[in-house]
């Protein structure tokens, strides 16, 4: 889903592709660098990226430098980053602003961030000392191979020891939330912090901006599902860590791949519903009134998960920040899925065994009614999916969902280019608790 075109009105350049239509890596023409480019409509949202890719290169002088000689014209709807400076015109000052982005040169640039604002911020942010609010962007930091910049992160990151090194790292409080509060603050004042990658929320803006007069800059972008790519993108310009950014991007493209290559047409894809438990479950029931269900964007599993399956989609009623409603148990009983992905959030789980006592007692407990627990279509996922790491679980649900098109290897394989490439620590992901594969719940792909 090309997310972005909701808020930038953005029509993708032409391609011209050397072999074929998808997702494999091609040769883009129009550029003498020769450079091998990534098919995606995915972009950096960087004023300057003229021609809507996911990086600023010579193509996007060669663009801007065609409208100042008036070889073209400048469609503003279309290609709203060509005009880098943001002065509302196409000059030769915008070209003169791109070349400082590639060569590295401070300077001032704007972004789109999640606010629907473009936000003018230095440039480049590199070197610089990071706090971060919530996991997905230590996720991020983690993948632009900036994380012994990270000095300050919330409660949800300290617990991480088995991906992050944190001897370096000071919390801001306990709360997991991504919330910010004048004590945290003051903690990332302490740790002379510059930059905060902080989570879209106007309870973290309300903080943060304030900050910028002391010299602490915020970058607001969004951090779930495909609005991951366009995000880690984004970072990659700004921080000058672009190769970092195409690799993570190239990954996905090649799980995408192969994932069109074998599903069925969309037509004939199960249906599936997705919920999200967590260790205190009925206190959560209490407090918001059901089980969590995703049932629209901005959900980040709801938006990643599509590409397996017909996912249950209705008005958002509940959480409309993240997508997501609340159902009581019953609801489940009358509205039948083909598959169920339940995600755990907060179980405790430090081994395979606990993950697998967990959620056969979730199932037991709440779902032992429902038809997909007849057909052993109840399919145990950690929340990696609100994240970058939910990339990595792809080709687990595409496992249990059509285990006879994917193998376990496969999937096993998938995750574990992703805890080689995109962490702080090299890690053996077969020692992680991210999916359920216990015996005490007939699971049809077992």
Not at 163 to 183: E, F, N, Q
Not at 184 to 211: F, H, M
Not at 416 to 442: A, H, M, S, V
């Amino acid at each position: 889903m090309d997310h972005n075109s909701k808020i930038l009105t953005i029509a993708v350049v032409a391609i011209v592709l050397i072999a074929g239509i998808g997702s494999a890596i091609y040769l883009l023409t129009g550029s003498d660098s020769g450079e091998k480019r990534i098919n995606t409509t995915e972009k950096a949202l960087v004023y300057g990226n003229a021609n809507n890719d996911y990086a600023i290169d010579q193509l996007d002088i060669d663009f801007i430098q065609d409208i100042v000689d008036k070889k073209t014209t400048w469609n503003k709807t279309a290609n709203p980053f060509a005009d880098a400076d943001n002065d509302g015109t196409i000059t030769s000052k915008d070209v003169e602003l791109v070349k400082k982005i590639i060569n590295d040169e401070p300077c001032n640039v704007y972004y789109y961030n999640h606010f629907g604002e473009s936000q003018e911020i230095s440039y480049p942010q590199k070197d610089k000392r990071i706090a971060v609010t919530y996991w997905q962007q230590a996720e991020e930091m983690a993948i632009l191979g900036v994380w012994d910049n990270v000095y300050v992160a919330n409660a949800s990151v300290m617990t991480k020891t088995n991906l992050y090194d944190l001897s370096h790292v000071t919390s801001i409080g306990k709360s997991s939330g991504s919330a910010l509060d004048a004590a945290q603050v003051e903690t990332i004042l302490e740790n002379k912090i510059d930059l905060i990658i902080g989570s879209a929320y106007d309870t973290v803006r309300q903080y943060a901006d304030p900050l910028k007069s002391k010299g602490v800059e915020t970058i607001y972008l969004w951090h779930a599902g495909d609005y991951c790519l366009s995000t880690i993108l984004t970072l990659g310009v700004l921080m000058d860590e672009e190769e970092a950014a195409e690799k993570f991007l190239k990954y996905w493209v090649n799980i995408q791949e192969m994932l069109n290559d074998r599903l069925p047409a969309e037509k004939d894809r199960p249906s599936i519903v997705i919920t999200m438990m967590h260790a205190d479950e009925d206190r959560y029931i209490g407090s918001y009134g059901g089980i969590f269900t995703s049932v629209n964007d901005p959900a980040g599993e709801w938006i990643l998960i599509k590409n397996l399956g017909n996912v249950y989609t209705t008005e958002v009623t509940g959480n409309k920040t993240l997508g997501r409603n609340f159902y009581q148990p019953e609801w489940f009983i009358e509205h039948p899925f083909d598959y169920m992905v339940i995600m755990g959030s907060g179980t405790g789980a430090t081994n395979q065994d606990e993950y697998n006592a967990w959620f056969e007692g979730m199932v037991d407990k709440y779902y032992s009614k429902t038809q997909e627990y007849a057909d052993g279509n109840l399919l145990g996922v950690t929340y990696a999916f609100g994240g970058f790491s939910g990339y990595s679980l792809m080709g687990v649900l595409a496992w249990m969902i059509y285990p006879d098109l994917f193998t376990h290897e496969e999937a096993v394989d998938i995750m574990q280019e992703f805890y080689d490439n995109f962490t702080d620590k090299r890690i053996d992901c077969t020692t992680l608790p991210q999916y359920y594969l216990g015996t005490g719940y007939d699971a049809s792909y077992l």
